[in-house]
Each structure stands twice: as C-alpha cells, then as structure tokens.
C-alpha cells in the first residue's frame, strides 16, 4: 500500500465520525453543561433546609420561618430539582442522539431546552439575591456555547433534517 492510499483511507470517516476536533470540542462542553443542570437538579432535590438567601427574602431571621413557608419553599425546590434532573438528562440523549448521527434539531433541541430551565431557574435565584445564579448561567453557557461550535462545523449534515 502506498503512501498516497493510506492518507486517503484516513481520510474517508463512517457517517457518524467527524474529524473536525472543534465539533467534538463543542459536544464535549454542551454534555459538561446538560450534566452540571442535572447535578446541579440534584443537589436542590435534596437540600434539607431553607438556605440563608431565602430568609433573608422571606424577611426572618436564620430558622425562623413559619413552618408552613419553609415547607412550601422546599416542596418547591425539590420539585426543581427533580424537573432539572429530568432536562439534564433529556439534553444529554438530545445530544447523543445527534451525535450518533441524527439531526441537527437534536442538539438545538438540547440547548433550547437547558436554556429555557436553566435561564428561569438562573432569574428566580438573582431575584430572591443571591449569587448562586451564577451556576444556572453557566450550565446554560456551556450547551448553548458546545452546541454552536459543535452544529457550526458539522457540515456532514448541514442540509439533512433540520
């Protein structure tokens, strides 16, 4: 085998490898960002008590909360989280999904969906004043930014499927 044979077998890829290491790059930071929601879904289902920037929206002092209120801020807070869960790992099937070859929508999808849970659950955090909104926001940085890299080099599906 010559030479020339070899460097062109390298360069002809299965349909579902892409040579372009940007795109693996992109995917790469869009799966870091779908698992971090999903983490992130899990630590507030289980955070045991109001945190100190919900007292201090609440207006009470650290443990003095009515009952009822701490109840019904925690009800709400789990109940996040596991939604949050539930968007990680729906983005990270989106993006396996178009990873193994399917469409482009796959990965939009992911990041549209991380975007929209992630941006409103970053917004009510910065609403009741703390900076822990700053985790939201990067979750959704990440996928929004590996997705764009990743769908903007893929040109092996650039007009098939959406």
């Known amino acids: 085998m010559t030479l020339a044979a070899t460097t062109r077998e390298r360069s002809i890829s299965p349909p579902f490898e892409v040579p372009d290491r940007t795109i693996g790059i992109g995917y790469r930071l869009a ?7 999903a983490l992130g879904g899990v630590v507030d289902a289980f955070i045991p008590r109001l945190l100190p920037h919900h007292e201090a929206f609440l207006g009470v002092a650290a443990g003095q909360a009515p009952a009822a ?14 939604a949050l869960v539930a968007v990680g790992v729906g983005a990270l099937a989106l993006l396996a999904a178009w990873r193994g070859g399917g ?14 849970a992630e941006g409103m659950n970053a917004w009510a955090i910065a609403r ?23 769908i903007g080099r893929d040109s092996r599906r650039a ?4």
């Open 159 to 162: 007009g098939a499927g959406g």
């Open 128 to 150: 009741v004043g703390s900076v822990l909104f700053l985790g939201p926001v990067a979750c959704c940085l990440l996928v929004v930014v590996g997705v764009a890299l990743a």
């Open 103 to 116: 469409p482009r929508s796959a990965a939009t999808s992911a990041a549209l969906v991380v975007l929209s």
């Open 69 to 82: 209120t701490a109840t019904l801020v925690l009800t709400l807070l789990h109940t996040l989280g596991v």
């Open 31 to 37: 799966q870091i960002g779908a698992a971090a929601t």
